[in-house]
């Protein structure tokens, strides 16, 4: 009995370390990754009972869910730019407090459907301001924290994301068990409290900096304030910014990093159908699988997003990532004729390999996609940069069902050099723009003392 506290003491004390190293550094990261895992909490709970209950409990024919969640998909497609365009004109700290304000109320108008338009428009609607509001989290994660803590902030998100989720699932299997329609509508009024209190939070972050003083020029003063304001439309860079649509740099980045985000697909469509036509694994894998990795996830985000901190750092990761994802492609093709455990053996290796190459993938792209935006039309590149991501997922189910799978162990191969093609084009269009040289002028005497110390002071 003496040691049972101690253990238990050990297990609190190891969750919490954990914990720690997983939260962002700043007070200002904390409270968003706090923010955000109340937000994937609501989240879970709706992805988990929505669609059973506007089947079973509204009456929606299957069949009519199904079609209006691919025409909610397509929709989305584009939401991303407008509203990334009107970031870079209002803000996009105000853009994004807006945006969930009006998700919240959308969200908590579900409670109230009771037949099929008023879910087909919601659903729309809603679908489209969700693929909206993701790379403006970017943006604002970068106003926030900037500099060499914004590549771990948004690793912080990502990994409490995934524990909010796999809360959000156990609270919905509870309102599935009691399947009242009270239990629901509650379901949903949580989700939408959900997005207030993220709303809240870096609302009070972008209060609060426009209460701060600002710091001193000599750089003595307190230090930066938590959330930079954005800049007065006067005070902005001239806004003559291409469109990213027309920066040819950037979307080659875009599309190449689209490709190689196909372990997604990999990972959610094609591993479930080639576990259980091609090898000899049991198909209760699967969950195992993807398990491992949430799991990985959550324990790798944080750690490698060290790596990336810098845009050197990114870089140099693109290749890095690389590596993993082609191992995981050769074992993959060698689980297909090895025996039942063996075979099983070798996904879980490979799932493994893919979930690191894919941390190590995320992570570099993010500083990169950012970095390659400009500060006037930030918001607008980074919406039009999610399109990659988004045409992913359109063209990834179908690649993988249609061609990889059906090619055998030859897909893994095709799949391999798919990814090396992508990650070369990424690490090759990825590197920092450059700087228009300064002009020069003619340098000042050596033994003029005023010259001197007007030339080293540069703006």
Same mark, same amino acid.
């Given at each position: 009995?003496?040691?049972?506290?101690?253990?238990?003491?050990?297990?609190?004390?190891?969750?919490?370390?954990?914990?720690?190293?997983?939260?962002?550094?700043?007070?200002?990261?904390?409270?968003?990754?706090?923010?955000?895992?109340?937000?994937?909490?609501?989240?879970?709970?709706?992805?988990?009972?929505?669609?059973?209950?506007?089947?079973?409990?509204?009456?929606?024919?299957?069949?009519?869910?199904?079609?209006?969640?691919?025409?909610?998909?397509?929709?989305?497609?584009?939401?991303?730019?407008?509203?990334?365009?009107?970031?870079?004109?209002?803000?996009?700290?105000?853009?994004?407090?807006?945006?969930?304000?009006?998700?919240?109320?959308?969200?908590?108008?579900?409670?109230?459907?009771?037949?099929?338009?008023?879910?087909?428009?919601?659903?729309?609607?809603?679908?489209?301001?969700?693929?909206?509001?993701?790379?403006?989290?970017?943006?604002?994660?970068?106003?926030?924290?900037?500099?060499?803590?914004?590549?771990?902030?948004?690793?912080?998100?990502?990994?409490?994301? #995934?524990?909010?989720?796999?809360? *959000?699932?156990?609270?919905?299997?509870?309102?599935?068990?009691?399947?009242?329609?009270?239990?629901?509508?509650?379901?949903?009024?949580?989700?939408?409290?959900?997005?207030?209190?993220?709303?809240?939070?870096?609302?009070?972050?972008?209060?609060?900096?426009?209460?701060?003083?600002?710091?001193?020029?000599?750089?003595?003063?307190? *230090?930066?304030?938590?959330?930079?304001?954005?800049?007065?439309?006067?005070?902005?860079?001239?806004?003559?910014?291409?469109?990213?649509?027309?920066?040819?740099?950037?979307?080659?980045?875009?599309?190449? #990093?689209?490709?190689?985000?196909?372990?997604?697909?990999?990972?959610?469509?094609?591993?479930?159908?080639?576990?259980?036509?091609?090898?000899?694994?049991?198909?209760?894998?699967?969950?195992?699988?993807?398990?491992?990795?949430?799991?990985?996830?959550?324990?790798?985000?944080?750690?490698?997003?060290?790596?990336?901190?810098?845009?050197?750092?990114?870089?140099?990761?693109?290749?890095?990532?690389?590596?993993?994802?082609?191992?995981?492609?050769?074992?993959?093709?060698?689980?297909?004729?090895?025996?039942?455990?063996?075979?099983?053996?070798?996904?879980?290796?490979?799932?493994?390999?893919?979930?690191?190459?894919?941390?190590?993938? $995320?992570?570099?792209?993010?500083?990169?996609?950012?970095?390659? $935006?400009?500060?006037?039309?930030?918001?607008?590149?980074?919406?039009?940069?999610?399109?990659?991501?988004?045409?992913?997922?359109?063209?990834?189910?179908?690649?993988?069902?249609?061609?990889?799978?059906?090619?055998?162990?030859?897909?893994?191969?095709?799949?391999?050099?798919?990814?090396?093609?992508?990650?070369?084009?990424?690490?090759?269009?990825?590197?920092?723009?450059?700087?228009?040289?300064?002009?020069?002028?003619?340098?000042?005497?050596?033994?003029?003392?005023?010259?001197?110390?007007?030339?080293?002071?540069?703006?």
């Amino acid at each position: 009995m003496s040691g049972e506290p101690n253990g238990r003491t050990g297990v609190a004390g190891r969750a919490a370390r954990l914990l720690l190293a997983i939260l962002p550094k700043t007070p200002a990261g904390r409270r968003l990754a706090a923010g955000a895992a109340v937000d994937s909490v609501g989240s879970g709970m709706f992805l988990a009972a929505s669609t059973l209950y506007f089947v079973t409990v509204v009456g929606l024919p299957a069949a009519q869910v199904g079609i209006v969640l691919s025409v909610a998909a397509a929709a989305g497609l584009l939401s991303p730019v407008p509203l990334g365009r009107l970031a870079d004109r209002v803000g996009p700290v105000k853009v994004y407090v807006g945006l969930l304000a009006v998700r919240g109320l959308g969200y908590a108008g579900f409670a109230l459907v009771d037949s099929f338009w008023p879910y087909a428009v919601l659903t729309c609607v809603l679908t489209a301001l969700d693929r909206g509001c993701s790379p403006l989290q970017q943006v604002v994660v970068g106003i926030v924290e900037g500099g060499e803590n914004q590549t771990r902030t948004m690793a912080s998100i990502r990994s409490v994301r #995934n524990i909010g989720l796999t809360a *959000g699932f156990l609270l919905a299997g509870a309102v599935l068990a009691i399947e009242e329609q009270a239990a629901f509508v509650a379901l949903f009024l949580g989700n939408a409290l959900t997005f207030w209190v993220i709303a809240a939070v870096v609302e009070q972050l972008r209060r609060r900096s426009a209460a701060a003083p600002a710091p001193a020029a000599d750089g003595a003063g307190a *230090g930066p304030s938590p959330v930079s304001p954005a800049p007065a439309p006067a005070e902005r860079e001239p806004a003559a910014v291409r469109s990213p649509f027309r920066d040819l740099r950037f979307m080659l980045f875009t599309v190449s #990093n689209g490709v190689l985000s196909l372990h997604d697909s990999v990972l959610f469509i094609l591993l479930p159908l080639w576990l259980i036509t091609a090898t000899d694994a049991p198909s209760s894998s699967v969950s195992v699988l993807l398990a491992v990795n949430t799991v990985l996830t959550v324990l790798l985000q944080v750690y490698v997003s060290r790596f990336a901190e810098t845009t050197a750092g990114a870089l140099r990761l693109v290749p890095v990532a690389l590596v993993p994802l082609l191992v995981s492609c050769a074992v993959f093709a060698g689980a297909e004729h090895v025996p039942v455990w063996p075979a099983a053996a070798c996904a879980v290796l490979a799932v493994v390999l893919l979930t690191v190459g894919e941390n190590l993938h $995320s992570v570099a792209v993010w500083n990169l996609s950012y970095e390659l $935006s400009p500060p006037p039309a930030r918001a607008r590149y980074l919406a039009a940069f999610s399109l990659g991501m988004t045409g992913q997922q359109i063209v990834g189910p179908v690649l993988m069902t249609g061609v990889l799978l059906p090619m055998g162990t030859a897909g893994w191969a095709v799949l391999a050099v798919v990814y090396a093609l992508a990650a070369l084009v990424v690490r090759a269009t990825g590197a920092p723009r450059t700087a228009p040289a300064p002009p020069k002028t003619d340098p000042a005497p050596a033994s003029s003392p005023a010259s001197r110390s007007s030339s080293e002071v540069t703006p």
